[in-house]
């Protein structure tokens, strides 16, 4: 007994490390892929920039096709991740700095928000079956952050605000979905009017 509980714990615990491990892998992948797409000037040119834009693109269709394979997981991690930026964005909105960089208390204050925004929002993803709409958001919302690591502050502000716009409008979208079945499960319960009270 003791034998096998020590070796479901080991092979836990390097599951877990494993599951850790691809998450990082695959938000740098999709990161360096973003960057050398999207951001072309910052890599090296000449014999290399071809070479660069097909690794970039390898990356990004390697890390987009794991996310959409496990999407119905990482979904569930996404509210802690921000949670814990949320932790950060305070941090910096008190002391005026990141590590040793100095941020704006503006733009502390607007990440900060977003992070909070955006850790209510993805909450309520796992309250039911994800959709086209909820998969397209958070592609859409991971992607956006990703982009948003750009060193333009009004870069970042748009993407952010893309990416927080998509998960409010699957939000929105399933509330209203919502709501009209309770309506129609209403009127099923209630059945058709009597003859007598249509005629009265």
Request: hydrophobic share 25%; net charge positive; proline share 7%.
């Given at each position: 007994m003791d034998k096998r509980t020590v070796k479901d714990q080991v092979i836990k615990g390097t599951l877990l490390t494993a599951k850790v491990l691809l998450v990082w892998a695959t938000a740098g992948m999709l990161w360096i892929?973003?960057?050398?797409?999207?951001?072309?000037?910052?890599?090296?040119?000449?014999?290399?920039?071809?070479r660069s834009l097909l690794v970039g693109s390898v990356l990004l269709v390697m890390?987009?096709?794991i996310l959409l394979l496990t999407m119905d997981r990482w979904v569930k991690i996404i509210p802690g991740v921000l949670g814990y930026a949320t932790l950060g964005g305070l941090i910096m909105l008190f002391s005026g700095h990141y590590s040793r960089i100095r941020v704006p208390w503006r733009v502390a204050l607007?990440?900060?928000l977003f992070t909070i925004a955006s850790a209510g929002l993805s909450l309520t993803f796992q309250e039911r079956k994800l959709n086209v709409v909820d998969r397209v958001a958070l592609m859409a919302f991971v992607s956006c952050l990703a982009i948003g690591?750009?060193?333009?502050f009004s870069a970042m502000l748009m993407a952010l605000g893309i990416g927080f716009a998509f998960l409010l409008f699957a939000w929105a979208l399933d509330r209203?979905?919502?709501?009209?079945?309770?309506e129609s499960s209403r009127h099923?319960?209630?059945g058709p009017a009597p003859d007598g009270a249509?005629?009265?």
């Open positions: 892929g973003i960057y050398v797409i999207f951001s072309p000037g910052r890599v090296r040119q000449e014999p290399l920039s071809t890390s987009t096709a607007i990440l900060t690591t750009t060193p333009s209203i979905r919502r709501r009209d079945g309770k099923q319960l209630r249509g005629r009265r």
